[in-house]
């Protein structure tokens, strides 16, 4: 009984090291990038304008590759977090940075966005710009699917940024909306449960 105990445990130790059993850091979470779980940001502005424009490539920028381009993620946080909670004015939202380069050893990728808000006379009242960058080197940097993990990373890290920069700068122009309107929930404080 002993020997068998012995033989049962071996396996499991012998998955315990060598690099293939590293971990890749930040494991890509399954389904597209979405950011419409989150609370959104209602501005006091009558139409939000997603910008067609994009950042002109790279040499060795891989992002054209990627479902969604590393453009077209920075474009779908604006249009997920951003809500037109006004009646007049407009802000125009531009992707600013998105790279993915890859060279010999290395990945890295570059986000950014800016957002300009105008009054309805059509005079630029504020603006915000935020950016964020991830990096792999060496073995990592080679991984399958790590384009992929990278872009996620520096897209969680833009969401965080742009947050805060939009509540910090833009402050005055963020408006708190009815609940009926789907912008704000309104709070659960307390639910009574059916009696059985």
Sequence with gaps: MPRR???????????????????????????????RYLTPLPLNVAAIEMAPA????????IGGRLAPTPAEAVR???RDRLVAAGTTGQATFTVAQATL???SGSLQCLVGCRLDVFDAEGERRGFVE?????????????RAGMPGIVL???MDELNVEFEFQVRR???????????????????????ELPRS
Excluded: F, H
Excluded at 12 to 31: E, F, I, Q, W, Y
């Design 101 to 103: 380069l890859q060279a």
């Design 54 to 61: 994009v950042p002109p490539t790279q040499a060795g920028d």
């Design 5 to 35: 105990r012995a033989l049962l445990v071996l396996p499991l130790l012998a998955g315990c090291g060598g690099d293939d059993a590293k971990p890749v850091s930040g494991t890509l979470p399954p389904g597209p990038i979405d950011y």
């Design 169 to 191: 700068a833009l402050k005055d122009w963020l408006v708190q909306a009815a609940p009926s309107e789907g912008v704000v929930p309104a709070p659960v404080e307390k639910e």
């Design 76 to 78: 779908t946080m604006g």
């Design 130 to 142: 935020a950016q964020a960058r991830r990096n792999r080197t060496g073995s990592e940097a080679n």
């Design 152 to 154: 996620r990373e520096a």
